[in-house]
């Protein structure tokens, strides 16, 4: 049974700073893996996908990337601003059956 | 990229009471979607699987007749929480699988709030 782990739960830092966040996960036959975001009482908000044979995507200030031999992919967020503030998801999909998996998240605060 | 709509986004429904939400693909063929919940301050957890024109596959411990789940067509499947307590009061989400071995296109997601 896959199980995703995400360290840290929280994180606060002043704007400007560059932080990575960490999702770990214990079967490495993964199909992809996909970071969400999502703001306190909203929905989720896709924000990188990379799928099992990428090692990384970037979009805009967020590159994530991926190393399933170690069963570990990060979440770098460059220049934090506080319109980051929120939690921040992991979701391993699962090897050919479309489910997926999702970390407990963590929640991430950019002071100004 | 392709789109999956969820509806309502949210709901406030009277403890006893039914209330279905919706989740569709609007751009391609779902033959499979499924339903995670999600309690406050915890992950999501995968509720159910869905497939076309057959019955749902529940998790363990998820009820089967309080979470009705119907997939009539390529396009759409809902999720009736019937006879709703406060105790059901969730963030539901659904996503869609375009095909095997492709991924799965999450909605937007159902905040529901018995009261």
């Known amino acids: 049974k896959q199980e995703v782990t995400q360290i840290p739960a929280a994180l606060s830092v002043p704007e400007g700073e560059n932080l990575v966040l960490n999702c770990s996960f214990t079967?490495?036959?993964?199909?992809?893996l996909q970071w969400f975001r999502q703001d306190p009482g909203k929905g989720l908000t896709s924000l990188l996908l990379?799928?099992?044979?990428?090692r990384e995507q970037t979009s805009g200030r967020l590159n994530a990337s991926l190393d399933k031999s170690s069963g570990r992919s990060t979440l770098y967020i460059a220049a934090s601003q506080p319109g980051d503030s929120a939690t921040y998801l992991c979701a391993v999909g699962d090897t050919n059956a479309g489910k997926s998996t999702f970390g407990d998240g963590t929640t991430l605060t950019v002071k100004p | 990229g392709a789109v999956v709509s969820q509806h309502p986004s949210w709901v406030i429904c009277k403890s006893g009471t039914s209330v279905k939400i919706e989740c569709r693909s609007l751009d391609f063929q779902a033959t499979t979607m499924f339903w995670y919940r999600q309690f406050p301050k915890q992950s999501l957890m995968l509720m159910a699987t869905?497939?076309?024109?057959?019955?749902?596959?529940?998790e363990q411990g998820v009820e089967k007749d309080k979470f009705l789940i119907n997939h009539a067509s390529l396009t759409l499947s809902t999720l009736t929480v019937t006879s709703a307590h406060p105790e059901d009061s969730s963030f539901y989400i659904c996503s869609a699988l375009y095909r095997q071995h492709t991924e799965a296109f999450f909605g937007q997601g159902t905040r529901l709030t018995v009261v």
């Open positions: 079967d490495s036959a993964i199909y992809n």
């Open positions: 990379i799928q099992s044979s990428q």
């Open positions: 869905s497939n076309e024109g057959s019955k749902a596959t529940y």
